[in-house]
């Protein structure tokens, strides 16, 4: 199945999880594909947002689809590890992706939210 790649950046807390989760799920809804999120930008998540990881996790998995989550190093990680989620939410430590040629079914989506968009 190809995935579809969506950049998450920024801080994702209490202000912006609610933009974040409505988001995802246009583009859970509007494709069929696995989804990664590229959080290679992203510098800080709470609980608010560690949660819409879940949802969308249980979202997709309803329909058989995959999460993959690339790119989150440092501040943004330590949530999730101390969580134990790190592998239930699939969070690697390198971006296996970043080797494969776009052209090779991987949809780049720069919908993510950066601190502008606060």
Known sequence: MSECRFSVA???DLATAAELLAKLIVVATVTTDDLVLDCSDLEFIDSMGVSV???IKRMLEADNRRLRVVGMNGRARRPFEILG???RLGIAEHDPASLIDPED???KIRAGLS????
Not at 115 to 118: E, H, K, L, Y
């Open 10 to 12: 920024g801080e994702v």
């Open 53 to 55: 990881f879940e949802r």
């Open 85 to 87: 989620l790190t592998e």
């Open 105 to 107: 079914g991987y949809t």
């Open 115 to 118: 601190n502008g968009d606060q």
